[in-house]
């Protein structure tokens, strides 16, 4: 399991700040709370939120009304998924945001998915766990190496029979459907212009994928 701390970084205090003063500032939103919850999974295509709200102890409805600025949390969140990229190990995937009235919040991140169902057992809207297309688009736009791809992500892959991006350290870059690109602190470079190539020059490379995938 990848950790990601990020606590003590300036621009998640500096996040965290903004984000109490909007709630428990003079005109926030959430006077009477006890803490605030925004629990956001971060997709390559997209985020999907949900919120919850505690008053002494006991979790309360969170109405539309109860919020934080859109733009900025989306906006924060965005450089907070990149700057906890590990080159060949990833960023996380699910963060929860901690919001209190009487001390410093703070920002967890898992590498999984953390969805919630309905209490008919259904989905949430838009909160259906990934797929194998999904997870392929977050490792090429954040690659890892074949040992750091998790054992749950794997078998997604072999359920719908998908070849992972793979992160190469030989190289620095991310290879994927015979392209090559590069990948720097922030993840994959996709101002760079891919390279071709040749699987039959690297066989060992895809050999090893293969392997992994399908027990061949």
Partial sequence: MTTFDLNEDPWVESGLTRLHDEAFGSSGFAHGASELVDVLVHRTSGTF?????????????????????????????????????????????????????????????????????????????????????????QLLAFPRSQEYIPGWMWEIFRAEEVTPPLYNPELQSVDWKNRRRPVTDRGTDFAAEPIIIDPSLEPGVFAKISKKLFGA
Avoid at 58 to 75: C, E, I, K, M, N
Avoid at 105 to 121: K, N, Q, S
């Fill in 49 to 137: 939120w949900r919120g919850q709200m505690y008053q002494s102890g006991r979790r309360v409805p969170r109405g539309s009304d109860f919020h934080f600025s859109d733009d900025f949390l989306a906006t924060w969140l965005d450089e907070c998924h990149v700057r906890a990229y590990k080159r060949g190990m990833g960023t996380w995937t699910t963060a929860e945001v901690h919001i209190y009235p009487d001390r410093p919040g703070r920002l967890d991140l898992f590498e999984e998915e953390i969805l919630e169902r309905m209490p008919d057992g259904h989905w949430y809207p838009g909160a259906r766990p990934s797929g194998a297309g999904a997870w392929a688009q």
